[in-house]
């Protein structure tokens, strides 16, 4: 899970005019603040104080087909070697419509030198779900399955998004997701606070905006329960700083570097108004 989360190419299926109305479900557009293609975020993620890893996420492109507008991005995520216990090698890439709707998703993991691929793709005017998995180079299908899906849904590299999206909007979502083949969801809290944080990568404190919320699933290395973000409070609402539970315990991801034109994290003034 990448609110922070720890399955572009491929072809999105059709927004149909009927389609949201049918799965009962609102989409809202995205404001054009968020999504910035060529946008590059570098996490550090530590346990204690023990650096393990590394999360790095970007947006490639905007493709227009048809009527619809979607944005692929992708997510590396490597734990550091020489690290005892943890040895995990990912990548998620998503194609997310202009509305944040997850369309297709491919995960990839590392295993024993080899990739497995597992791919989602959403065909709502069906009210399903396609998935394939098989080993990453191998023409091979190695299965595929159908999950039947009633509403519009996350995955684990769109969730991200979707939190940026709303993070200022004062409501508490119950948001459906894909996982590990299962339709799940996670609820978030987004109560609109606004605080400070600290990261190493600048000399100040950072204009944050904090939420926290609860994933109800068990995900990449065991990721689940109670999470907590603190994104910009500025028009990107760039995660900073996020806290969540994986199998060693309470983990931490810390924005280290970034390439957004024109962005860098907002200083926190302490508000003068009573």
């Known amino acids: 899970m990448l609110v922070f989360y720890l399955g572009g190419a ?3 299926s059709p927004r149909s005019a009927v389609q949201d109305s049918v799965l009962g479900v609102r989409a809202f557009a995205a404001d054009s603040g968020m999504f910035h293609v060529g946008e590059e975020l570098i996490y550090n993620v530590s346990y204690a104080f023990i650096d393990i890893g590394q999360i790095r996420v970007k947006v490639l492109d905007k493709v227009t087909t048809g009527e619809t507008s979607y944005y692929r991005t992708i997510a590396y995520i490597d734990s550091y070697s020489g690290v005892p216990f943890v040895n995990l090698h990912s990548i998620y890439e998503s194609n997310i419509r202009d509305d944040v709707v997850s369309l297709w998703f491919r995960s990839r993991e590392e295993n024993d030198s080899q990739w497995a691929y597992t791919v989602y793709d959403f065909r709502y005017d069906e009210r399903r779900l396609v998935i394939q998995k098989g080993i990453w180079g191998s023409r091979k299908i190695d299965s595929m399955d159908t999950l ?3 509403t519009l849904q996350q995955d684990g590299l769109s969730l991200y998004y979707l939190a940026r999206q ?9 948001v459906p997701i894909v996982v590990k083949e299962k339709s799940v969801s996670t609820d978030i809290n987004f109560y ?5 944080a600290q990261i190493g990568a600048v000399k100040y404190p950072v204009d944050v905006i904090e939420f ?6 068990i995900g990449l290395y065991g990721l689940t329960g109670d999470f907590q973000g603190w994104f910009s409070n500025d028009e990107a609402r760039i ?3 996020a806290r969540m539970k994986v199998i060693i315990g309470s983990i931490k991801l810390e924005l280290m570097k ?6 860098d994290p907002p ?8």
Not at 166 to 174: A, D, N, T, V, Y
Not at 258 to 263: N, Q, S
Not at 268 to 273: D, G, I, L
Request: aromatic share 10%; proline share 2%; no cysteine.
């Open 258 to 263: 970034w390439k957004r034109d024109g962005w």
């Open 166 to 174: 709303h993070l200022r909007s004062g409501q508490i979502l119950h």
């Open 10 to 12: 491929g072809t999105a």
């Open 212 to 217: 926290d919320g609860t994933a109800r699933f």
């Open 192 to 196: 609109n606070k606004r605080t400070s």
């Open 267 to 274: 200083r926190y003034v302490e508000s003068t108004s009573k």
């Open 148 to 150: 039947s899906v009633d």
């Open 239 to 241: 995660p900073i700083v």
